[in-house]
């Protein structure tokens, strides 16, 4: 009883353990068929034919992490305006009144970050 | 079956639960910490949370995830890997662990009150055209000083993200 | 002989129809509908990859691929079979679970938003209540595939092409979500079937919501990493991005992905603007035996319209780069994608004429893109 609501899920459960099963699948053909003739330069990262040179995991430049933060705000700000468009029609003017506000507030974010320079990706 | 669903999805959530404290390679936590978002996610959809779950994957998931994993590309995931499992007050945190754990079988469960009757809370829902509806006309009626609010807290986030990175920056200038 | 086998065909299906997957249960009808989807969906992209080496040559005057089968038409196949007999390769310093978890997890989050989708005017796996949303969800999981790759192969090309890859995911996400929620607008609801259903009464969204397509168009070329906005396979920099380690049928199941993930864009560019499966033209006179005509045809002919938009674009323009793509996004893309919500809301509000609100979106544009010109002009002589 308590599935009646949930029933319209039973289908994406279903298709998830399709779609999980057919990349389970490809590889394993994939292993019945294919060589395995390792040997060390084979395995070695590849870096245009030459030697590889120090290690791959090496700290990166924190811009992506700035990027990453400035996204998760907007992201946010873009999910409540989901549940704001749905009812939208029901409220009208009000509503319109309510998001010109909120969105505002954001553009004043986006502006600060852009005057300071943080949307400049620079090399 | 429902049943069924919740143990095997929180079953799953545990145990990546588990294994994000207790694996030695951050970067591995991470991934762990992803599917137990993940199963959360779901298990707000069989709560009939729809929206909820939504946003539990988009944002948990799919953004602070990604940020997570930015931060932890910021340090040498090789040098926390030679460091010592647990800290030498581990002992310590599992005493107050269960004691703050049968703190909460023992008394606040069984004072507290749940949801009194599901069924007809689903008939809600349903009546309003289905979570994301009856959620979001509250949103903007009765709450609607908390979601104005939401945007000015956002906007602190943002200056503070600008901030941060203007510090970080390897040379320290205007970046 | 023949008749026995004949029999042997009918009984099998009889098996496995009646009594392996009982079609009455929904298990088992969802079951069906979905390995029509993914199989058909398969097919496609097959198809489309030979259909874009040959367009590519022709734009480049060269035949394409002509050797195997009548003018080629064999070449995936044999690109399959290949990759299946190839060696996959597992780098030595590699990290061995999560390198072989991630070509799986990017395939399994490629192909589950295609449950939510309405194919045709009846035919739909399922219809959920937060379908658009539960689109987003699952394929923000996806792009985390690529970390994955990236990280876990231990290679510099692979590490530096996934973190930048991401990082434009990510970038892109925000206006793309942003001009989804204006087709939200007018359609009131998150289901699939219902935001197609809503343009028989509102037209297409891409006559209502001119801008949202074109930023939602932008914004999915370079959400699956297509030229001009290739960042991660930029092979002058990445070599190939974040599989450069991957090989055989890991490597397959990446371009799958890639290529299930262009076909989502496509789709979910037809279903909120293009009027999914509905026909052209069918409110004027004269036009109505277009209703005739499967609607499944509709939607296919839409879909591989965009394929192709795809397929001109990679063949006509050079890549561009990371800063300007950054740029692109959030200087441009950003605030039109928060003007044009204003607007919209505006518009339906005021129920004003669609001329003026066609006009406002054109002056909101230019004037747009005149305040950027100037304040770039700006920074650029201040850095001087």
Redesign the interface.
């Known amino acids: 009883m308590l599935l009646s609501g949930l029933s319209s899920y039973i289908p994406v459960l279903v298709f998830m353990a399709i779609s999980g099963a057919i990349g389970f699948l490809m590889l394993l053909i994939g292993r019945l068929w294919r060589p395995s003739h390792p040997y060390k330069e084979k395995l070695s990262p590849y870096e245009c034919g030459i030697e590889p040179e120090g290690d791959a995991w090496e700290r990166v430049i924190p811009r992506y992490y700035v990027y990453a933060m400035l996204f998760l705000a907007f992201d946010v700000e873009a999910l409540f305006l989901f549940p704001w468009a749905i009812v939208f029609d029901k409220i009208g003017w009000f509503a319109f009144i309510e998001m010109v506000l909120f969105i505002i507030v954001l553009l004043i974010g986006l502006v600060y970050a852009w005057a300071k320079g943080a949307l400049d990706w620079r090399y | 079956m429902v049943k069924l669903i919740f143990i095997i999805l929180a079953g799953i959530g545990v145990i990546a639960a588990l294994m994000v404290v207790s694996l030695k390679n951050v970067v591995h936590s991470a991934f762990c910490l992803i599917i137990t978002l993940f199963c959360v996610g779901c298990i707000f959809v069989l709560l009939h949370a729809e929206f909820l779950a939504a946003t539990q994957i988009l944002i948990y998931v799919g953004a602070i995830m990604v940020l997570v994993i930015f931060a932890l590309m910021l340090i040498d995931s090789r040098e926390t890997a030679n460091d010592r499992r647990f800290h030498h007050q581990s002992q310590w945190v599992i005493i107050v662990g269960v004691i703050l754990a049968l703190e909460i079988v023992i008394f606040i469960i069984p004072k507290s009150k749940f949801i009194v009757n599901p069924e007809k809370m689903i008939a809600q829902t349903a009546e309003a055209g289905g979570n994301t509806q009856l959620l979001a006309r509250y949103l903007f009626t009765d709450y609607l000083f908390a979601f104005e609010f939401a945007s000015l807290i956002i906007l602190v986030a943002v200056v503070a993200a600008v901030f941060l990175g203007k510090r970080l920056s390897p040379t320290g200038k205007r970046e | 002989m023949l008749e026995n086998l004949q029999r042997l065909i009918q009984l099998t299906i009889h098996l496995i129809v009646n009594k392996l997957v009982p079609l009455t249960h ?2 088992g009808w ?2 069906i ?3 029509i989807v ?1 199989s058909l969906i398969m097919l496609a992209v097959t198809f489309v990859t030979l259909a874009e080496r040959k367009l590519i040559g022709r734009m480049q005057i060269r035949h394409g691929p002509m050797r195997t089968g009548w003018h080629g038409i064999l070449q995936p196949i044999a690109d399959g079979i290949k ?11 590699a ?1 061995k679970w ?1 390198f ?1 978890m991630a ?2 997890v990017s ?6 938003p ?3 989708i309405p194919f045709a005017k009846t035919f739909f ?6 379908g ?3 689109i ?3 394929s ?2 996806g ?2 595939g690529n ?2 790759a990236g ?1 876990s ?8 092409g996934s ?1 930048r890859a ?2 434009l995911m ?2 892109f ?2 206006p793309m ?2 001009s989804m ?1 204006g087709v ?2 007018f359609t ?3 289901s699939m079937v219902t935001i197609v259903e809503s343009q028989a009464h509102w037209g297409w969204f891409i006559l209502s919501q001119p801008m949202a397509f074109v930023i939602y168009v932008l914004c999915g070329i370079a959400e699956t990493q297509r030229t001009p906005f290739d960042m991660m396979e930029d092979e002058g920099s990445l ?1 190939c991005g974040f599989f ?2 991957y090989s ?3 490597f ?2 990446f371009s799958l992905a890639e290529y299930i993930n262009m076909f989502l864009v496509a789709i979910l560019a037809t279903v909120l603007f293009l009027g999914g499966w509905q026909p052209p033209f069918v409110s004027w006179p004269l036009f109505g035996f277009l209703n005739a005509v499967p609607s499944v045809f509709w939607f296919s002919a839409k879909l591989l319209l965009f394929m192709f938009l795809y397929i001109w674009l990679r063949g006509t323009l050079p890549r561009v780069r ?2 300007q793509l ?2 692109l996004c ?2 441009i893309l ?2 039109l994608a ?1 003007l044009n ?2 607007l919209t ?2 518009f ?2 005021s129920k004003m004429n669609i001329l003026i609100f066609y006009l406002l979106n054109l002056l909101v544009v230019v004037i747009w893109l005149s305040i950027y010109a100037k304040t770039q002009a700006w920074v650029s002589a201040n850095n001087q």
């Open positions: 929904p298990w969802a079951f509908k979905a390995l993914v990759l299946l007999c190839k060696e996959c390769i597992t780098p030595a310093e990290d999560v072989l070509p799986i395939i399994a989050f490629a192909f589950v295609l449950a939510v796996i399922t219809d959920i209540n937060i658009l949303l539960f987003l969800a699952v923000s999981v792009f985390l970390i994955m990280w192969s231990a290679s510099k090309y692979s590490f530096l973190l991401l990082a990510i970038s996400e925000v979500v942003m929620v939200v607008v009131g609801s998150l070599v450069t380690e055989g049928m890991r397959a199941l990371y800063d950054m740029y959030w200087k950003m605030p928060l919500l204003m809301a505006l339906l509000a």
